[in-house]
């Protein structure tokens, strides 16, 4: 008990039939078969990631002073 074996899911899916019809049933699944052709396609559309501007070292102005030459 507990698990869905094959006889619930067969009970089920016949409650459904019931409720919304074959008719209607394909038409939300085509529908639903559309959305994802339409969210592969998206994927498939993106644009590849834009690469970083190469890193320029830094500069001798940001070296850090010695000790013995602080001011102030």
Not at 9 to 29: D, E, H, K, P, T
Not at 39 to 68: C, H, M, N, W, Y
Request: no cysteine.
């Amino acid at each position: 008990m507990g698990s869905f074996s094959i006889v619930h899911m067969l009970i089920a899916a016949a409650i459904i039939i019931l409720l919304f019809g074959a008719g209607r049933l394909s038409n939300v699944m085509g529908e639903f078969a559309k959305g994802i052709k339409a969210f592969r396609a998206g994927l498939k559309e993106d644009e590849p990631p834009q690469q970083l501007p190469p890193q320029t070292p830094p500069s001798a102005a940001a070296e850090p002073v010695p000790a013995d030459r602080k001011i102030g």
